[in-house]
């Protein structure tokens, strides 16, 4: 669960004078979108590449320039925000800006404002690669880690400037994602979790394939979720539309039998395996090399049984270990369910209804009910897929060997 509800969480932007000043609207627009409070201050060079007015219609508040204009609670309101603010994001952070703070000074709004927070800083460094690579900007950047900042690294690319390399600005999902982190209590650290997401193609040529409308969605979302806890997270996905989480550990594959490979090359030291995963039960017996032509009016395919990866799993489960699986059902689903939490010796499985356009596969948004060997139900409400996440790792870390 978020140590800091995150609707009620007030959060700082600083916004210094780079190309990548306009991603920290987006930024600004993102933070809002999830509830929190947002204030901006920003240096003057900034107001050369966006305008403050900007700024103050997304972010809802008046944004700070200057210590000394303005109202006659200015030159102090910089002290009143370091002291409110949950968290503190610096995107983009020029050399300036970055090696002011390294060495104390305080001469603007921002760097003094900076110098007076207590509470987590993200600095988001962008600039030129030459500039970023210069000794004196790495030794700033290290220096600001050891002070116990944290650094939301450049990406490499094609900047600004024409040249190419390290220095651009994370997309503002990322550098949210980064914030939701840092606002995150870290109740699964040291904990290694294995997650299954998104559907298995069977293919029976080159070009085609039997499979199911999972979207992978469920498995990302508690991936994310897992990782901002704290846990070491490493997710093994079936094709999907989704971009891979930033900074979890991914292993794509395409088949079932792709999926048990990778799956049992690494549930033996994972803590807790959570299969999300719409696996396909078969697969056709017969893969044809080339593309099949068009023949006879009836074609009958011949399908032979997959592994069931989470029924071996539980087979071998080792003591401590926690097994979670999931149940799409079309109907019954409680009898089902706990049919398969028993014979696949889980701890707990998540059960919904498919077929309903608001819950299960493709959607956004899941209701699901919870079913325990004790023969315990919990029957969720609907609500988003990030949010259900959060609140099945509250569930699995109230599981008998968690607690
Ligand atoms: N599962 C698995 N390997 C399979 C099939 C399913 O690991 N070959 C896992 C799923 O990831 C899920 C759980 O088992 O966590 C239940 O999957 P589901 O498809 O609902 O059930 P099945 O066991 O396949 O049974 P059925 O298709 O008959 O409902």
Redesign the pocket.
């Given at each position: 669960m978020p140590s800091v509800d995150l609707a009620q969480a007030s959060i700082v932007v600083g916004v210094s004078g780079g190309i990548a000043a306009y991603k920290g609207v987006e930024l600004v627009r993102s933070i809002r979108k999830l509830g929190m409070q947002v204030r901006v201050i920003m240096t003057s060079n900034a107001t050369r590449f966006v305008g403050p007015i900007t700024f103050e219609a997304l972010s809802g508040n008046p944004v700070c320039l200057n210590l000394f204009e303005g109202s006659d609670r200015a030159s102090i309101q910089h002290i009143e925000w370091a002291r409110s603010a949950d968290a503190v994001v610096v995107a983009p952070a020029t050399a300036n800006v970055i090696g002011k703070l390294a060495c104390g000074i305080a001469d603007d709004a921002l760097s003094t404002f900076l110098l007076a927070v207590s509470s987590p800083v993200l600095i988001c460094p962008s600039m030129n690669s030459q500039m970023y690579l210069n000794p004196a900007v790495q030794q700033n950047i290290e220096n600001l880690r050891r002070f116990g900042y944290r650094i939301v690294e450049p990406e490499s690319g094609e900047l600004a400037c024409g040249t190419s390399g390290p220095g651009r600005l994370p997309e503002p999902e990322d550098i949210l994602d980064e914030l939701v982190a840092v606002l995150t209590s870290k109740d699964f650290s040291g904990k290694r979790i294995l997650i299954?997401a998104g559907p298995t193609r069977e293919h029976f040529d080159p070009v085609r394939f039997i499979s199911n409308p999972s979207s992978g969605k469920m498995g990302y979302a508690l991936a994310v979720a897992a990782h901002h806890r704290g846990a070491d997270v490493l997710l093994v996905t079936g094709p999907t539309h989704l971009a891979p989480p930033r900074a979890v550990q991914t292993i794509g594959v395409n088949s079932?039998a792709q999926m048990?490979e990778a799956?049992f090359n690494h549930a033996g030291q994972a803590d807790i395996v959570i299969?999300?995963?719409?696996?396909?039960?078969y697969r056709p017996e017969v893969q044809a090399d080339q593309k099949m032509k068009k023949g006879p009016d009836d074609l009958t395919l011949r399908l032979v049984k997959?592994?069931?990866?989470?029924?071996t799993?539980g087979e071998r489960k080792s003591p401590g270990q926690l097994l979670?699986?999931?149940?799409?059902?079309t109907e019954q689903l409680r009898a089902?369910a706990t049919q398969?939490l028993r014979e696949?010796n889980l701890d707990m499985?998540v059960g919904n209804l498919v077929g309903r356009t608001d819950s299960g596969f493709a959607a956004d948004t899941n209701q699901v009910s919870l079913f325990y060997p004790t023969g315990n139900v919990e029957t969720m409400p609907l609500m988003e897929k990030q949010k259900l996440a959060h609140h099945l790792l509250d569930r699995i870390a109230g599981l008998p060997t968690m607690t």
């Open positions: 299954s079932a048990a799956v299969m999300t995963a719409a696996v396909s039960d997959n592994p069931d990866i989470l029924r799993l979670i699986g999931f149940a799409a059902e089902h398969k696949k499985i």
